[in-house]
């Protein structure tokens, strides 16, 4: 079946420590994307890359690092930098398809937690 | 800047009952996309329905509709007979059409999303 995969579902960071969320998908698709969500508020996006070996910040970067190294990955790193990680991440792929916007295709989610 | 809002936060009805998510939206762009989203208590976000700026029509698909007016910039969706299943967050996006300069990327501005309990 394609789809997205991110893991782990669950993650717990300690101080100080950087930690990498899983993002791969199996949908062919070029573009991909990383979004926070807080409680009680909508997705703010963290990270976008739209092909292989580019990747630009969104609106709230700082904090946090990305590689697209292959068209099916897109991991997501929070360093230590980021002073308030607790929240739900979650990834996503489009197939841009000229000015034809296609709709995103989310993955689960994985919630980060500080220990 | 681009805007998307839905003002309401939570919303609780009886099963059966029909229910209206309002949201209004903002942006400079002549042609856009509007997405509605939903992501039920397991965390993913499903799609429901894209809309381009160009077409007005509503649309109906089972027991949901949408009324899209661009005069008064909102896209709002409408549960007909609500069922206890479409409990959930529901996400209302707004996205520049990609492709078109190299500030275009298909990325979505979400709104708040608003929380809707079925009862039975």
């Known amino acids: 079946d394609g789809g997205i995969t991110q893991s782990p579902k669950y993650l717990f960071r300690k101080e100080g420590q950087n930690v990498t969320l899983s993002c791969e998908q199996n949908?062919?698709?070029?573009?991909m994307y990383w979004y926070r969500q807080d409680p009680g508020q909508g997705l703010r996006l963290i990270y976008y890359?739209?092909?292989?070996?580019?990747?630009q910040k969104g609106d709230i970067a700082e904090g946090y690092s990305v590689s697209r190294e292959k068209k099916e990955s897109f991991p997501l790193t929070v360093t230590s930098a980021q002073k308030n990680p607790t929240a739900f991440y979650l990834c996503?792929?489009?197939?841009?398809?000229?000015?034809?916007?296609?709709?995103?295709?989310f993955g689960d989610g994985t919630r980060l937690s500080i220990l | 800047a681009q805007k998307v809002t839905q003002a309401q936060t939570e919303i609780s009805v009886v099963e059966k009952e029909d229910v209206t998510l309002d949201c209004v939206y903002e942006?400079?762009?002549?042609?856009?996309?509007l997405f509605w989203y939903k992501q039920p208590p397991s965390g993913e976000l499903v799609f429901l329905i894209r809309?381009?700026?160009?077409?007005?029509q509503n649309e109906i698909s089972g027991r949901y509709s949408w009324n899209f007016q661009k005069s008064t910039s909102s896209f709002n969706f409408t549960i007909t007979a609500s069922q206890v299943v479409d409990s959930a967050v529901y996400f209302c996006?707004?996205?520049?059409?990609?492709?078109?300069?190299?500030?275009?990327?298909?990325?979505?501005?979400f709104g708040q999303g608003t929380t809707l309990q079925v009862k039975p």
């Open positions: 996006a707004l996205s520049e059409i990609y492709g078109r300069g190299s500030s275009n990327t298909g990325k979505l501005i």
């Open positions: 996503a792929s489009s197939m841009p398809q000229g000015y034809s916007n296609q709709p995103q295709h």
């Open positions: 809309r381009n700026s160009f077409d007005e």
């Open positions: 890359s739209q092909i292989v070996n580019d990747f």
């Open positions: 942006t400079r762009d002549t042609t856009y996309y």
């Open positions: 949908l062919n698709h070029d573009a």
